[in-house]
């Protein structure tokens, strides 16, 4: 039996896992429990999720991703180590090819680490790529063409800015504003005005439900519980749509600022390229109601959201896999050579 390749878009929200010739075969939440006296894992995943800030005394939950890149090296290891068995891929003999993602501006130490962390799994050979490039083939775009492509992924820990020509990226940016950073903003908010105490998960369905970037542009109500910080007792509140943009502003503001800074380090001919064919949006972050229109409105240029916006850099990595031009700079150039020929 053949060794499978596979892709993991190693996410500091969730992980998703693609099998070449299968598609999206896990998409689980980035988080482990483990017993702090035994340092046994207790939990991954799904499960492990479901205990975010219901544990006792010497159970932890860890959340081994921060900002798109590993904050603890060994859970990172048994989180993967845990998925990969899930789904049951190579042996000792049948060992996969993995392409694993990363953000953008991280260091190569940092990319090192995520690539040893894949070999220690087992892998045969791991190919470590730009989360923003992957995110691209995912969407759709056609990078090897010599043409101005530019995506903005929102992830969970970072928002990876890139603009990509003949294959690779010219010029990007990341930063760490994103979707748990909107978490934090909507906590932070909710106990400004109403001392009223939530926590991550409770944020996370606020953000999901009625979270929105554009003053009336969804006229929603949501009822929501938490603690309150002056009587110390539970309390239900009900926030609207409208005050989740508010929360959402300075961070929404610091992105299309980062947005506008790649646009102006991008060479005028790709720019030309990217007013016709706009910009495109993926990461959860792209779900937010209102957030093509108001980066249209802002940068004076077409910006679309991916069909797929969650999956796409999980996708990408399978597109590549499929077409190793992409990841290998020798065979990309080979390809070009034989394609002008």
């Avoid at 065979?331 to 034989?338: A, E, G, H």
Wanted: charged share 25%; proline share 4%; hydrophobic share 40%.
């Amino acid at each position: 039996m053949f060794s499978k390749d596979i892709g993991i878009d190693l996410g500091t929200v969730n992980v998703l896992i693609y099998v070449k010739g299968e598609g999206i075969v896990l998409n689980e939440p980035s988080v482990i429990v483990i017993d702090e006296e035994t340092k046994e894992v207790i939990a991954v995943g799904t499960e492990a999720n479901s205990m975010l800030g219901k544990t006792p005394g010497k159970l932890r939950a860890i959340k081994p991703m921060k900002d798109g890149v590993i904050a603890n090296f060994d859970m990172v290891e048994s989180l993967l180590e845990h998925f990969l068995k899930k789904v049951k891929l190579g042996t000792k003999i049948t060992r996969p090819r993995i392409l694993i993602c990363c953000p953008s501006n991280i260091t190569e130490v940092e990319k090192n680490a995520i690539k040893e962390v894949a070999e220690k799994t087992g892998a045969k050979k791991v190919f470590v790529e730009e989360e923003p490039k992957v995110a691209a083939v995912g969407a759709g775009l056609d990078i090897g063409k010599p043409e101005g492509n530019m995506v903005v992924d929102i992830g969970g820990g970072t928002t990876d800015i890139a603009v990509l020509s003949l294959g690779n990226i010219v010029t990007s940016a990341s930063i760490k504003t994103a979707g748990n950073t909107f978490d934090q903003n909507i906590i932070d908010f909710i106990k400004e005005k109403y001392k009223l105490l939530i926590g991550e998960k409770t944020a996370e369905n606020i953000k999901i439900k009625i979270g929105t970037v554009k003053q009336g542009k969804n006229k929603e109500k949501l009822e929501i519980k938490g603690r309150d910080l002056v009587g110390g007792l539970p309390k239900t509140i009900t926030i609207t749509s409208d005050e989740i943009e508010q929360s959402l502003q300075d961070s929404i503001k610091k992105i299309i600022a980062m947005i506008k800074v790649v646009l102006e380090q991008t060479p005028p001919e790709l720019s030309a390229d990217i007013i016709e064919k706009g910009i495109i949006i993926t990461g959860g972050g792209a779900l937010l109601k209102g957030l093509p229109e108001l980066f249209q409105e802002e940068l004076k240029v077409p910006v679309f959201k991916a069909e797929e916006p969650l999956s796409c850099v999980a996708e990408g990595t399978g597109i590549m896999l499929e077409k190793l031009y992409y990841i290998d700079k020798w065979c990309l150039s080979i390809f070009f050579f034989y394609k002008m020929l």
